[in-house]
T-cell receptor
Framework: DTGVSQNPRHKITKRGQNVTFRCDPI?????LYWYRQTLGQGPEFLTY????????KSRLLSDRFSAERPKGSFSTLEIQRTEQGDSAMYLC??????????????FGPGTRLTVL | AQSVTQLDSQVPVFEEAPVELRCNYS??????LFWYVQYPNQGLQLLLK??????LVESINGFEAEFNKSQTSFHLRKPSVHISDTAEYFC????????????FGTGTRLQVFP
């Protein structure tokens, strides 16, 4: 168990460019979550997957954002036509399926995006 | 809609003193409650959680939190802090209906001084 990994750890891009982040969850975890964290704020939920199915998307997730988990393993988060307001830390987490209650979400180190 | 309020953005305290980090939530449905900790340059880690049963929950490193339904609170306490407890602490809720997304507060930075 190597934990949740995210790549890249840092990304600097110019406004208007597209960026893609990758998340590799803990191998046996069915659920994968994306959150966004800006300075001075707590993480905000963006979307989550159960295996390859995207089960919920936040209203924060504009049309410029798209997430995939094609084979139920790793996931990618793409932001098209980036804006300065997209600058944030993007966090990925994974967990086992819930039983009677939710299971612990294990977080990755995050990808810090800076849009110039 | 659910929300979480952490009124204290920063809590400075001397080593070996007691500390309380406050967390209040609003929800029209039952919730599950969590405290996550983020040490400098590290990812979020689960500290403790309340799912059901006893309203007092404890972590392995001496923290405890009490679920108070009438006051919609889940305050985090430690009777004697160490310098190594310096970190950002986030309270979070998960509504108990068919989703386990987390809704976080804005965080409280605990700074422990020698």
């Amino acid at each position: 168990d190597t934990g949740v990994s995210q790549n890249p750890r840092h990304k600097i891009t110019k406004r208007g460019q597209n960026v893609t982040f990758r998340c590799d969850p803990i191998s046996e975890h069915n659920r994968l979550y994306w959150y966004r964290q800006t300075l001075g704020q707590g993480p905000e939920f963006l979307t989550y997957f159960q295996n390859e199915a995207q089960l919920e998307k936040s209203r924060l997730l504009s049309d410029r954002f798209s997430a995939e988990r094609p084979k139920g393993s790793f996931s990618t988060l793409e932001i098209q036509r980036t804006e300065q307001g997209d600058s944030a830390m993007y966090l990925c987490a994974s967990s086992l399926l819930p039983g009677l209650a939710p299971n612990e979400q294990f977080f990755g180190p995050g990808t810090r995006l800076t849009v110039l | 809609a659910q929300s979480v309020t952490q009124l204290d953005s920063q809590v400075p305290v001397f080593e070996e003193a007691p500390v309380e980090l406050r967390c209040n939530y609003s929800s029209s449905v039952s919730v599950y409650l969590f405290w996550y900790v983020q040490y400098p340059n590290q990812g979020l880690q689960l500290l403790l959680k309340y799912l059901s049963g006893s309203t007092l929950v404890e972590s392995i490193n001496g923290f405890e939190a009490e679920f108070n339904k009438s006051q919609t609170s889940f305050h985090l306490r430690k009777p004697s802090v160490h310098i190594s407890d310096t970190a950002e602490y986030f309270c979070a809720v998960s509504p108990s209906y068919n989703t386990d997304k987390l809704i976080f507060g804005t965080g409280t930075r605990l700074q422990v001084f020698p």
